[in-house]
């Protein structure tokens, strides 16, 4: 198998320019020369091992991130860009793609906004006449998609939150529980918890200061809704600092991404990340023994796994995926190179679809991409009842996995063919940057390919991709 050549110029870039180093200077310390550095920059030469041992050595730089995924992700999300029929006739080889996600980064993210921009324009002005005349009809970003994108090249790790949650958690007391530390510390802060028969997960009375939780909701929701309220009223100073870092566009996409920061605190506090981390490699990422030892859900478990990407201490590189019964995306993640439908549903070939069919059991996929890479997918229905007769019931599917190399690592590769060819069924992201041609669930056509019709044949699709 040839060794893939490490390409990381922006990577390289970033790095320099945070240590406030010239190029001159960081080449000195590097031990290669100006023009190699340059080289190197610029993504004319792979990183060579010199170089990594060099990063490692003298900045303590965890190598991994030297290929994470941001390029992978702007390479996907650019290419679900290019779909868009205003493109039509405009295909641009993946080749170009690539090489202005890994040269040009922000360049890449500003064409994805301006896309954004436009994809609202066009939906604001099919509801033109409800819009003509007031003030907020002028486009502007999605709040909720500003937020998702934050964390989606945050990788979904928030290292400040993290690490406070963890501490947190560490301050139990002796033969005190999570929960008594939680219901402690809101107490020091003059909230008294009171649980009652509602149909509201949470609500907070400022005036009297009495944090309402649902007595119906199960002990890991309720505990849960308790560490967010901590969050947001003992961590409030670093969840400002890491909003004023994001620089939203909005009060609105702040607001999301507060609660969405005060969420992030309350799992991490719940499954702190070194003890974490260590009982998912002792028992194999069994979702069901890690959901018991923490006191969590499935689903937050699930999720958990997805942001163990600490520098020099990560997890295995999970994807996490939560879809609606019409396939809608809810949440996604991904640390692997898998990365998933910006718009639109998810592929639906992905064993995560078939979860709704069979409740309360683990589904199994080996799966590969169109780009030859492999993975082993997990997926489960969620149901959220309200707790009483009547109420309505809420069922999502969860779709956790990773690249299939991480198979022994495993609980439930076991017993699973990871080396039969013939074992891996063929998915994709979205069928528009899906080059498959045979593809018997396919929507639409797609976008880098040529349509032939035969009117003298009529098989799975009304069309041949060329």
Not at 176 to 204: M, N, P, W
Not at 272 to 288: I, K, M, N, T, V
Request: proline content about 5%.
């Amino acid at each position: 198998m040839a060794i893939q050549k490490l390409y990381a110029g922006a990577k390289l870039r970033e790095l320099r320019t945070k240590l406030a180093h010239t190029q001159k200077e960081f080449a000195a310390r590097l031990g290669v020369s100006l023009p190699y550095l340059n080289q190197m920059e610029n993504n004319n030469r792979p990183v060579s091992t010199t170089v990594v041992l060099a990063l490692a050595s003298e900045f303590g730089l965890d190598v991994t991130e030297l290929s994470s995924g941001d390029s992978e992700r702007l390479v996907s999300d650019m290419r679900e860009v290019l779909s868009d029929p205003v493109f039509e006739g405009d295909v641009l080889p993946l080749a170009d793609v690539q090489l202005a996600a890994s040269n040009a980064p922000g360049l890449a993210r500003a064409f994805i906004k301006l896309h954004q921009s436009h994809r609202q324009t066009q939906e604001r002005l099919a509801y033109l006449d409800e819009a003509l005349g007031r003030e907020d009809a002028r486009p502007s970003p999605s709040p909720w998609e500003e937020v998702r994108d934050f964390f989606h090249y945050c990788d979904n790790y928030i290292d400040a939150v993290d690490r406070a949650a963890e501490y947190f958690a560490r301050d139990t007391g002796s033969g005190q529980s999570l929960r008594d530390t939680t219901k402690a510390a809101l107490s020091a802060a003059g909230i008294t918890v009171a649980f009652d028969e509602t149909d509201a997960l949470r609500r907070y009375d400022p005036a009297s200061g009495v944090l309402h939780v649902s007595a119906r909701a199960s002990h890991a929701t309720q505990t849960f809704q308790m560490l967010l309220q901590v969050a947001l009223v003992r961590q409030n100073d670093l969840l400002e600092a890491t909003l004023d870092f994001a620089r939203f566009n909005s009060p609105a996409a702040r607001d999301i991404a507060k609660m969405g920061l005060a969420n992030y605190f309350a799992g991490a506090a719940l499954m702190p990340y070194g003890r974490f981390l260590e009982h998912a490699q002792s028992c194999r990422h069994d979702l069901e023994v890690l959901a018991t030892q923490f006191g969590a859900s499935i689903e937050q478990v699930a999720h958990r796994l997805s942001t163990l990407q600490r520098p020099g201490s990560k997890g295995i590189p999970f994807f996490f995926v939560r879809v609606d019964q019409a396939g809608t995306i809810t949440k996604r993640h991904s640390a692997t190179r898998l990365q998933f439908a910006r718009f639109g549903g998810a592929c639906p070939l992905w064993n995560v679809h078939s979860a709704f069919e069979t409740p309360g059991r683990f589904l199994r996929q080996l799966a590969e991409t169109p780009d030859g890479v492999r993975y082993i997918s997990l997926a489960r229905d969620i149901s959220k009842p309200a707790g009483r007769f009547g109420a309505p019931v809420r069922r999502y599917a969860i779709s956790l996995g990773c690249e299939v190399r991480h198979a022994p690592a495993l609980v439930y590769a076991d017993g699973m063919d990871t080396t039969r060819a013939s074992a891996f069924e063929p998915i994709g992201i979205s069928c528009r940057i899906c080059e498959r041609k045979h593809c018997h669930q396919r929507s639409v056509p797609p976008l880098e390919r040529q349509l032939v019709v035969d009117p003298n044949l009529r098989d799975v699709l009304p069309y041949q991709v060329d």
